[in-house]
């Protein structure tokens, strides 16, 4: 299907003055306008890739305008159709949104209400369309990398044009960005469009392995090195020869190994625990952070040789709310893989909630965004309040209860304090631990005892 940006709309009335009146009106406001003076001529020249829009009149001889509403709902249910009608059908005008159409005007009515209408219909089958050329793309043989990072906002293109520029090289990438904004995709587009597309892309988060096994888990071990190694394991750097190795959040690995990292990146061979003999190291090494490395650096708690290692070449992903432009795309097309997933209906986003998504900051990026797409698809609520309570449910939690006991309010205070500093630094548990003067362990225990997950926070 090609899909074009042109605002396209389909008018059909048989009043004659009325019909070149409007169009001339929609035309100086940038709309293509195809008028026809009755539906049944301007039924033929519809298809299900109608880009556009359809403003009709009700009362019209051959085919009314409900009839041809039916037709059209027959043919794409999702084009939008405007209606106009006499001044006080009321009851003909809820019949008509109970049959689908988008909205009704009644006569007589001023240009502007019209195009208020028109505009809001308009976007509403832009992201129907936009929706489907993706759809239709994935579904597809094809390997663009516009599969993989979604969006047409010019930060996401650029993104896209510097993936592409470095992929075929080996030089090794630093990708800074906020949690959730999608860095792991980036590094994964780094690797499938690559030299190495045919190798194993291996993903380690250095900030969710205990820092008692993190050597083990990097350069692997021999059986009986150490208690509990009952058997030879092969670690991530050796796994991923040939491939690409992808450490994310490398800003929480102990300085400790961060010495026995750059060694390896170094002489290209790494060695198990507990082993003399050195297994070449041949992989590109992508890393990832969600905060100022440099800073780390010079707090001394990250090696600035290894920060110069890594990054010979920097890419910075975009948070959510510098792209908002993207939102609409990228929810629908969340709302349609959940509604995949969870054999729900399909839902198209009403229009008077693009306001919502796009005025919300999107603390958790892509990641919330998603969420927030799931829950409206499973969501048994409304269609036209559905969107709003979504997003105001998380200002709900954690709101206190006096008839709780002093103990139970305690605990839910400090449950509280802690999953505000979890969500202040995206599910960083060193600055948590700083933040709050908390020991790993009193922190670790802390979580556990409330059932909280990091990765809720990234």
Known sequence: MKYTNEKLLLLVDDDNDLRVATAQWLELCDYKVLSFADARSALEALTPGFTGVVVTDVRMPRMDGMEFLASINALDPDIPVVLITAHGAVDLAVSAMRAGAYDFIEKPFEPERLLEVVDRASEKRQLVMENRALKEKLAGNGTDIEHKLIG???????????????????????????????????????????????????????????????????????????????????????????????????????????????????????TRIGSNETQPLDLRLICAANHDLLAECAAGNFREDLY???????????????????????????????????????????????????????????????????????????????????????????????????????????????????????????????????????????????????????
Not at 226 to 243: K, L, N, W
Not at 332 to 361: I, K, N, Q
């Open 152 to 270: 047409n906002s010019d930060a996401i293109r650029r993104l896209r044009d510097e993936i592409m520029d470095i992929a075929a090289t080996d030089a090794p990438v630093l990708i800074l960005g906020e949690t959730g904004t999608g860095k792991e995709i980036v590094a994964r587009c780094l690797h499938e469009f690559g030299s190495r597309c045919k190798g194993r892309f291996v993903a380690v988060n250095c900030g969710a392995i205990p820092e008692t096994v993190f050597e083990s888990e990097l350069f692997g071990h021999e059986k009986g090195s150490f208690t509990g190694a009952d058997q030879r394991r092969i670690g991530r750097f050796e796994y991923a020869h040939g491939g690409s190795l992808f450490l994310d959040e490398i800003g929480s690995m102990p300085l400790a190994l961060q010495v026995k990292v750059l060694r390896a990146l170094q002489e290209r061979e790494i």
């Open 308 to 458: 110069y290692r890594i990054n010979v070449v920097e890419l910075r992903v975009p948070p959510l709310r510098k792209r908002k432009e993207d939102i609409p795309l990228l929810f629908d097309y969340f709302a349609g893989l959940a509604a995949t997933d969870y054999r729900r209906p399909e839902v198209v986003l009403h229009s008077r909630d693009l306001g919502l998504l796009l005025s919300h900051e999107w603390p958790g990026n892509i990641r919330e965004l998603k969420n927030i797409a799931e829950r409206y698809v499973l969501s048994s609520l409304p269609q036209d309040q559905r969107l709003g309570e979504i997003l105001q449910q998380p200002l709900k939690e954690g709101a206190g209860n006096n008839s709780l006991s002093l103990q139970d309010q305690l605990r839910q205070h400090e449950r509280l304090l802690l999953e505000q500093a979890l969500n202040r630094h995206h599910g960083d548990i060193q600055a948590v631990m700083e933040e709050l003067d908390l020991p790993r362990r009193t922190l670790n225990e802390k979580m556990s005892r409330f059932g909280l997950d990091r990765k809720d926070f990234m």
